[in-house]
């Protein structure tokens, strides 16, 4: 009798390991959860997002103050940034996986309280898969319903809008500017991949590093055919000094893209391909005219 | 008496010396750009190459020396008005000021998508009207809460809580909107990537007559520099000469970081750069500050996009190293002399 209870402890101890669950996070860090989480807070947006488009919303009990899609996660409990997350709400929350970014912080104050922490940052269109596919297995989703499906999703989609590009717009030389500094998105940039996608060309090269901060002379030799502005507090651009004789800017192909629309844009995650139409979006909107 | 000639021959030396070098530099400056160090002569024939050298590069290089000269002359009313040596023309609290300035407009302008009401006049204002508007009103409420400009100590010490309190604002603002902190980064380290010709006309209608009324009362600096009732008691009208020499400092700080930013350590250095080589008058001092905080600026700036092209480096890191570098070496070298205990 004690030797059958040893053998079915021992079954039952070996059945428990097959079920946790493993990945590697992008710090290198193996992270180990015994069950699938239920009450998952997220300190990054598009790691929300992720976690939404796994179909898994409702089991996130927290998010950070920048996650605001889709609309259901603005309802939930906010806990601070991913920079300044307040470790004490999170806590509170009682959360059995927390989700941030590499650059996040608080992740060995919240591993010494014994909460699992996976970080995850992706930075390029690969990434975002790789990202899609270790949520899925934290999460205990399924791939084929899951992340392979979403990730199906995002490839129609960007072949989708590749299509929508006419074969006169291809090629054209675009200059994608994150940011007033001037900071640029080069070639090497998760956004430089999209235009690269879409047929289009980057004025940046990658060699300059994912978003350098350029001279505006450059971009001025450069006379790229259409200019994408990733923040419209900026469509004062053509007051700066040289640039009004841009070609870009004398035949009005300058799209400055809304707060909401920046986020899908910049934001590395699930809503790429959403990102790649809205660039779509501009370049038919503008690119038609004379 | 031969002291004193000697050191006024060393201050017309300056003079000389920092002119040539502002020439040198201009040119300089117009051939560096996007690609590197090019020619003048090489861009003859190309039609672009000359716009860009006559509306960017040009007016960039002339602007940083006006931002400079601007930054230059308030540190040396600073360092004089306040007798001391770590004054700069941020002291005021306008340094903070012009950041909340910019933060709150790129806020506003962001919701301004959403409504589009506050967006027109915000947009007419610009970044650059917001930076000035924030800087002059962070004077505005130092002053106030010295109750004027009378007791020094009181409008050091208003000028630092000013300048922690809109600083913590500014943070406070960054944190909520996080898509403001690149920009707002960018702000605070310093450019002069968009100073158009508009930009000099302003600077340089700001500079001139900053700098009359400034050497006509630097006498009431060197009163100062013995003593505040010393100074009293020479006859000179020190509350009337103090507030038009604050007016000054504030003014010029303003223009200067609208343009370009809050480019660090400038102000600071160019008067200490000047004493470390000649000793002399408030009103030398002034004129020879502002030269030096030019040339500074200038050679920074041209270094900033010439290093990494076209790539370029916040301008404000290139005046640290290199002011702070000049004046480390200066020290090491005189206190082996022993002049600079």
Request: proline letters at 5%.
């Amino acid at each position: 009798m004690r030797h059958l209870c040893a053998v079915l402890g021992g079954l039952l101890l070996w059945a428990s390991q097959a079920q946790a669950i493993q990945i590697t996070d992008d710090r290198g860090v193996q992270v180990t959860l015994a069950r699938p989480p239920q009450r998952i807070v997220s300190l990054f947006p598009s790691l929300t997002e992720t976690v939404c488009q796994l179909g898994q919303c409702q089991r996130l009990v927290g998010v950070d103050r920048y996650s605001n899609f889709p609309a259901r996660v603005r309802s939930l409990p906010q806990v601070g940034g991913g920079l300044d997350p307040s470790i004490e709400a999170i806590v509170a929350l009682r959360p059995d996986l927390v989700l941030m970014a590499t650059s996040s912080r608080g992740a060995a104050q919240l591993q010494a309280l014994g909460i699992p922490v996976a970080a995850l940052q992706p930075r390029s269109h690969a990434d975002v898969r790789h990202m899609l596919e270790r949520v899925g297995r934290l999460l205990d989703v399924p791939p084929e319903t899951g992340a392979r499906r979403v990730w199906r999703d995002i490839e129609a989609g960007l072949a989708a809008a590749s299509q929508a590009v006419p074969p006169e717009l291809k090629g054209l030389r675009i200059y994608f500017e994150v940011n007033s500094g001037p900071y640029g998105a080069s070639e090497a940039s998760f956004i430089g991949e999209t235009l690269r996608r879409l047929g289009l060309r980057n004025v940046v090269p990658g060699a300059l590093g994912p978003y350098p901060k350029l001279n505006p002379e450059f971009v001025v030799r450069a006379d790229p055919d259409f200019i994408m502005l990733g923040d419209s507090r900026y469509a004062d651009m053509v007051r700066r000094p040289g640039w009004g004789g841009l070609r870009a800017i004398r035949a009005q192909r300058v799209c400055a893209f809304a707060p909401q629309q920046s986020d899908v844009l910049v934001r590395a995650g699930p809503r790429l391909a959403e990102g790649a139409q809205l660039m779509v979006q501009c370049l038919l909107a503008k690119g038609r005219q004379p | 008496m031969t002291e004193t000639t000697r050191q006024q021959r060393r201050a017309l030396a300056l003079g000389v010396v920092l002119s040539l070098l502002t020439t040198v530099l201009l040119l300089l400056g117009a051939s560096v750009g996007s690609t590197g160090l090019e020619s003048l002569r090489q861009l003859g024939s190309d039609a672009l190459a000359w716009q860009i050298v006559w509306e960017i590069r040009l007016p960039r290089t002339l602007g940083a020396w006006l931002a400079g000269a601007l930054l230059g002359l308030a540190g040396a009313i600073a360092q004089g008005l306040f007798r001391n040596p770590l004054a700069d023309p941020y002291l005021l609290g306008s340094a903070s000021g012009a950041a909340l300035g910019v933060a709150l407009a790129l806020v506003l302008l962001g919701a301004g998508a959403a409504a589009p009401a506050v967006a027109p006049w915000l947009l007419q204002l610009g970044l650059t009207g917001a930076a000035f508007v924030g800087a002059v009103a962070a004077v505005l409420l130092t002053l106030t809460l010295a109750r004027g400009v009378q007791h020094t100590l009181r409008l050091l010490l208003a000028g630092v809580v000013v300048g922690v309190v809109l600083g913590a604002l500014g943070s406070l603002t960054m944190q909520l909107a996080p898509e403001v902190m690149q920009t707002l980064q960018a702000f605070i380290l310093g450019s002069t990537g968009f100073v158009g010709w508009s930009a000099c006309a302003l600077m340089a209608a700001v500079l001139l007559p900053c700098l009359v009324v400034a050497w006509a009362y630097s006498h009431v600096l060197d009163g100062l520099s013995l003593g505040e009732a010393t100074a009293a008691s020479l006859g000179l009208p020190v509350a009337a000469m103090r507030a038009a020499l604050v007016v000054v400092l504030a003014l010029a700080t303003a223009t200067a970081v609208a343009q370009t930013g809050l480019i660090g350590f400038v102000g600071l250095a160019a008067p200490h750069l000047v004493r470390a080589v000649s000793k002399t008058t408030h009103g030398r001092l002034i004129l020879l500050s502002s030269l030096m905080g030019g040339v500074l600026l200038m050679a920074a700036d041209t270094l900033a996009r010439g290093l990494l092209a076209p790539q370029e480096l916040p301008v404000g890191v290139l005046t640290a190293v290199l002011g702070g570098g000049y004046l480390l070496w200066l020290m090491h070298r005189q206190g082996q002399r022993g002049r600079w205990s």
